[in-house]
């Protein structure tokens, strides 16, 4: 059961989580237009106990971020970047104790005026919170989203990255980042075992989180939508006799990686239609999931630009 202060947040959290996003067919969270007249004056927190400043720390955790719906964006760029796709900022906290230049200033009045409530920290405050290991001063709240298989809208030759029971954060906001260089008409993530909102996938996807498509969804049911729409899935596997290189990669298509440890699971490995491998001339029999991701991906934008 939550608690009376999570409760309370999720209240002052409570913004719709589906409106359409301006980069994509995809729901996403549009931020409303707020003239800055009508802002309240920012409030003040200094102590370390504020119910506030204890509920962003809970917020570096899954649990109480899906409780309340919504998760955090610390830096500059990243929230830049969420505001330039429109994504709601329900609150935005900031310490000109910890800015480096003029621009902190100028995304405080921008968020402002794309409606979040402003909250200002002292230094001491603001370090309590942020989980940079150099701040900026500046860290916003949003709320989470969720979309679907069906909602993804394809371009006339699908390609799509799928990547299954991803662990670790920084490796999930990388293929973020691939996926969006590449120009996946999507990532979907199975079987997921970290979640999408965790602070460090969003912060090394460089906020990439807000122009990437992602839909998260079962093997089972990934699967069955790509062949109910006519997308080849190719699974990467060092057991694969086929190279990638020599494997055509230009029609419809969707990429399936596997997690760090393991790989990908018996059932992709029986579903997919072809297996491919990197080859490796060293000791090491495979190479970082991010890394093959990577790879994989620009053999298949390679080929894809050559007809």
């Not at 719709?16 to 980069?23: A, G, I, Q, V, W």
């Not at 973020?176 to 997921?192: E, Y």
């Not at 990467?236 to 190279?243: S, V």
Request: hydrophobic share 45%; proline share 6%.
């Amino acid at each position: 059961m939550m608690t009376i202060l999570s409760s309370l947040l999720v209240a002052a959290f409570d913004t719709p989580s589906k409106l359409s996003c301006c980069h994509s067919s995809l729901p996403c969270t549009r931020h409303p237009s707020v003239r800055l007249s009508e802002q309240l004056e920012p409030e003040l927190i200094s102590s370390l106990q504020n119910p506030r400043i204890k509920q962003l720390v809970k917020l570096r955790d899954r649990k109480p971020r899906d409780e309340a719906g919504v998760f955090i964006i610390e830096g500059d760029r990243h929230i830049r970047r969420a505001l330039e796709k429109r994504i709601t900022l329900s609150e935005l906290y900031y310490s000109p104790e910890w800015f480096v230049g003029e621009e902190e200033r100028a995304l405080v009045d921008e968020a402002a005026g794309a409606g979040a409530r402003l909250f200002e920290l002292t230094k001491t405050a603001f370090a309590k919170v942020a989980y940079r290991e150099r701040p900026d001063g500046l860290l916003a709240v949003a709320p989470q989203w969720q979309n679907r298989l069906d909602d993804l809208k394809l371009s006339a030759t699908p390609f799509l990255l799928v990547v299954e029971a991803i662990e670790k954060p920084g490796n999930l906001g990388t293929i973020l980042r691939s996926a969006d260089a590449a120009g996946v008409d999507a990532l979907i993530v199975c079987d997921p075992v970290t979640d999408l909102f965790n602070p460090n996938v969003v912060r090394s996807s460089t906020g990439v989180l807000f122009s990437v498509p992602v839909v998260i969804a079962s093997s089972f049911e990934v699967c069955a939508w790509l062949r109910s729409r006519g997308i080849h899935s190719t699974a990467t596997t060092p057991a694969a006799t086929a190279l990638y290189t020599d494997t055509d990669l230009r029609g419809p298509l969707a990429i399936v990686m596997g997690s760090e440890h393991d790989g990908l699971s018996d059932f992709w490995l029986a579903q997919a239609d072809a297996q491919v491998r990197i080859p490796m001339a060293g000791q090491a029999d495979s190479l970082n999931v991010a890394m093959a991701t990577i790879i994989t991906l620009f053999e298949a934008v390679r080929q894809r630009a050559t007809g």
